[in-house]
């Protein structure tokens, strides 16, 4: 047989344990291990430098934590402050970018709110890839939601006539399932970020459903 350590890639109480365990066992067994190598006094003083060198790791370790809490504690309070001077500056200042500038502070400009989308203009309707299928393409509007999709086979003046069928984030859809030489009249609007920001519906387009 042939004796191992098993201490590929172990860490230093891993190489302190076998250390120990060694010197433990020629200790103990002086009458078979009547000359040790490196001698005993040799090892143990070795294992106990190691030993203090893992316990001031872990001392620095703890401290080491400790100053972390200690800093993040103390840029909390930091901020707490530059939360206090940014509205006095921003109203020192009264929005102009060269006084917030003197205190050395960026700047941003302020969002515009969105309100009520636009009507959704030039609304076409093509042959689709398959028959009953009819693409729809429009002009993309700025700041929507998405966009509401309705279409119908009637007369497309009487409003209960229309039925809403799909919505998207693109200015396109394809309208399926629709039957082949039947009219189809489709109309799109744009969806603002509440029901009172809703455009109005586009100008009817129609095809011949393929």
């Not at 890639?9 to 078979?32: H, I, W, Y």
């Not at 809490?69 to 402050?81: G, L």
């Not at 009520?116 to 398959?130: A, E, H, I, R, Y």
């Not at 009219?183 to 011949?208: E, F, H």
């Amino acid at each position: 047989m042939i004796a191992v350590l098993n201490l590929k890639n172990a860490n230093a109480e891993e190489v302190l344990r076998v250390g120990k365990n060694v010197q433990k066992g020629f200790s103990d067994n002086p009458t078979v291990f009547t000359n040790p190598k490196p001698p005993l006094a040799t090892a143990g003083a070795h294992t106990a430098d190691l030993d203090a060198k893992i316990g001031a790791v872990a001392t620095a370790e703890q401290a080491r934590t400790a100053a972390i809490i200690a800093r993040d504690a103390a840029a909390a309070v930091v901020q707490a402050d530059l939360n206090v001077s940014l509205p006095y500056v921003q109203e020192t200042s009264g929005g102009d970018p060269a006084i917030i500038a003197k205190a050395n502070l960026d700047t941003k400009s302020e969002s515009t709110p969105i309100g009520k989308m636009p009507q959704v203009q030039n609304l076409s309707l093509t042959t689709g890839d398959n028959p009953g299928a009819v693409d729809g393409q429009w002009d993309a509007v700025s700041g929507r939601k998405s966009y509401e999709h309705q279409h119908c086979t009637a007369d497309p003046a009487v409003d209960a006539n229309w039925k809403m069928v799909s919505s998207s984030s693109a200015s396109k859809t394809t309208f399926t399932g629709l039957t082949s030489g039947s009219r189809l009249w489709a109309r799109v609007r744009a969806k603002g970020t509440k029901p009172a920001n809703d455009g109005a519906w586009s100008q009817p387009a129609t095809i011949i459903v393929p």
